[in-house]
């Protein structure tokens, strides 16, 4: 199955492919590929055969965040159009975090933004060890609210302020030693431990998973309660149209430094 955007596949164990398909862009996330996030958890979660998901990316890059151009169409909309964007933006991280079987996240390359935001929503992940992350949406005027109930979960809240809040890049090694993955490898190996971790899953019974997974989820921080989720989207789409984030735009199409930022002491 697929859309131009995103790719998914079933084989004949149950194991489907996600796999992001924007590499021109670093697969950078518009709403052509959220739409497509969003068609392939629909197609999967209404596949009883389905056992395990692994989420990856086409190209260099797992996934550069948010597409700043595309982020400059939605902020010239009205704001009920871009809290729409925002919800469905923050429903996909949500929706993934919640599937009903194991999902696992390959990452190769960059993975920035929202990126680290859908790493954190799978069970599992694992890092080639030529990968870069980074919480980046402050640099550009933005903020990461939607992905911070799965970024707190994953990687606390002490080390969720300083990657959120300095929006520094770090390595697979940080991001393993953090927790946002579970282990680093060459990126040679990316696939092979992909399988590995497939083949654990296919041992284990699919009911007992799925209901481990669901009370496991029941202790997470992520599991805010709806006037919280409202207002993280609310604020998410505000910030999209703040003059902050109509600078931080156009000091990534100008490749400059944004105004705020007064140079080095």
């Not at 596949?47 to 902020?75: P, T």
């Amino acid at each position: 199955m697929a859309n131009p955007t995103v790719l998914w596949e079933v084989d004949g164990r149950g194991v489907a492919t996600v796999t992001l398909n924007r590499p021109e862009v670093n697969n950078a996330y518009n709403g052509d590929l959220i739409a497509g996030l969003h068609a392939a958890m629909d197609d999967l979660g209404a596949d009883a055969g389905v056992r395990v998901i692994v989420l990856r990316g086409n190209g260099r890059h797992f996934q550069a965040g948010v597409d700043l151009r595309w982020s400059d169409e939605i902020a010239a909309a009205a704001p009920a159009e871009n809290v729409r964007v925002s919800r469905l933006t923050a429903d996909a991280a949500r929706r993934l975090e919640r599937l009903p079987v194991p999902t696992i996240a390959l990452v190769q390359g960059g993975c920035f933004g929202g990126g680290t935001g859908f790493v954190a929503a799978c069970d599992v992940a694992v890092a080639a060890d030529d990968a870069i992350f980074s919480i980046s949406e402050t640099r550009w005027g933005l903020m990461a609210s939607i992905i911070i109930p799965q970024l707190a979960d994953a990687i606390g809240i002490r080390q969720l302020r300083r990657y959120a809040l300095t929006g520094e890049r770090f390595d697979a090694r940080e991001a393993c030693r953090i927790g946002l993955v579970h282990e680093v490898v060459p990126v040679a190996d990316l696939a092979v431990a992909g399988a590995r971790l497939v083949d654990h899953v296919l041992h284990n019974a699919p009911d007992a998973t799925a209901q481990t997974k669901a009370v496991a989820l029941e202790s997470t921080w992520s599991a805010v309660t709806d006037e919280t989720y409202e207002r993280l989207i609310v604020q998410h789409a505000a910030r999209r149209q703040s003059a902050e984030a109509t600078e931080g735009r156009a000091s990534f199409r100008e490749k400059r430094p944004a105004r705020w930022y007064p140079g080095p002491a």
